[in-house]
């Protein structure tokens, strides 16, 4: 991951702040038709192992995320989408992406500078 991507920050996480279980969460709906080993959702986040590990535990134990297979000694896990809270999560990320997408659409109708990360 370029250092470029990891300073853009989601909708998601513009909403919510910018912690580790967001950085993760926000991960895994973006990603949610993949799995991924530990490592890999770690890294991908921008979340250090540590601070992972503390989150990871609740995630599985919360039945936000599932084991879907090994490879070698990888397991492999992705964000539960038939989790009642992850459906309901994945909705406001859609809900909060449009809103912010009509915000910006509607600002270039109106001749109104686009906002633009750097």
């Known amino acids: 991951m370029t250092e470029e991507k990891t300073n853009e920050k989601s909708v998601f996480i513009e909403y919510f702040g910018d912690y580790p279980l967001i950085r993760v969460l926000d991960f895994l709906i973006l990603g949610r038709d993949m799995d991924y080993s530990m490592t890999e959702i770690a890294k991908n986040s921008g979340v250090g192992w540590t ?52 915000k910006l659409l509607s600002g270039a109708e109106h001749g109104k500078p686009m906002k633009v990360e750097a």
């Open 51 to 102: 601070a992972f590990s503390e989150i990871w535990l609740q995630l599985i134990e919360k039945d936000i995320v599932t084991f879907t297979r090994k490879i070698g000694n990888a397991k492999l896990f992705r964000l539960n989408v038939e989790n009642l809270w992850v459906k309901e999560l994945i909705k406001m990320d859609k809900i909060i992406t449009k809103l912010e997408t009509d």
